[in-house]
T-cell receptor, first 116, second 112 residues
Framework: GDSVTQTEGPVTVSESESLIINCTYS????????LFWYVRYPGEGLQLLLK?????QKGSSRGFEATYNKETTSFHLQKASVQESDSAVYYC?????????????FGLGTTLQVQP | EAAVTQSPRSKVAVTGGKVTLSCHQT?????MYWYRQDTGHGLRLIHY???????EKGDIPDGYKASRPSQENFSLILELASLSQTAVYFC???????????FGHGTKLSVL
């Protein structure tokens, strides 16, 4: 089936350190999957961090990057230097490019704690 | 920026009682969704709708009903709440099937 697996949290890093949150996916019923990272800051709803719809492309936002790798079915989230304000829950998600559902399949979420 | 408002923000319900979670969006989006999140699970789709007066089952619809009386409003109804329905519920909307989702803040439901 279709699924998303991501780094199990919580992940704790110190401010200015680098970060990688792993995400791998299985898209057996989706011919051309879109890949997303959503973020949920404390007390808020989820919001889109970045999106990539073409294999081989990289998305970036707020210093975060993720590359859609079809060969390894991965979409890892990276940041060179994290800030305390990056503390949040990060969700990798998989979606179909067509169809009425527009459904996204989410990973469990990875809680990131950045220590000052 | 699209706005999705959920109410209530939190609720305590008794087993067997009826619970209604409400969602309102102000950007004329066609699609609306209800997800739930539990410990050990990612967000899972309960019901969705892509037009007013019509709802569709998601991946885990059992025990839930949905209502879309207008483009702006989408409710989730638990006719007989159960302990297993304790979770955080998120409403979301989007314009097209492959556009970004806009989420509400979530409703924390505790069934006792």
């Amino acid at each position: 089936g279709d699924s998303v697996t991501q780094t199990e949290g919580p992940v704790t890093v110190s401010e200015s350190e680098s970060l990688i949150i792993n995400c791998t996916y299985s898209a057996t019923s989706i011919a051309y999957p879109n890949l997303f990272w959503y973020v949920r800051y404390p007390g808020e709803g989820l919001q889109l961090l970045l999106k990539v719809i073409t294999a081989g492309q990289k998305g970036s936002s707020r210093g975060f990057e993720a590359t859609y790798n079809k060969e390894t079915t991965s979409f890892h989230l990276q940041k060179a230097s994290v800030q305390e304000s990056d503390s949040a829950v990060y969700y990798c998600a998989l979606g179909a490019i067509t169809g009425n559902t527009g459904k996204l399949i989410f990973g469990l979420g990875t809680t990131l704690q950045v220590q000052p | 920026e699209a706005a999705v408002t959920q109410s209530p923000r939190s609720k305590v319900a008794v087993t067997g009682g009826k619970v209604t979670l409400s969602c309102h969006q102000t950007n004329n989006h066609d699609y609306m969704y209800w997800y739930r999140q539990d410990t050990g699970h990612g967000l899972r789709l309960i019901h969705y709708s892509y037009v007013a007066d019509s709802t569709e089952k998601g991946d885990i619809p059992d025990g839930y009903k949905a209502s879309r009386p207008s483009q702006e409003n989408f409710s989730l109804i638990l006719e007989l709440a159960s302990l297993s329905q304790t979770a955080v519920y998120f409403c979301a909307s989007r314009q097209g099937a492959n556009e970004r989702l806009f989420f509400g803040h979530g409703t924390k439901l505790s069934v006792l």
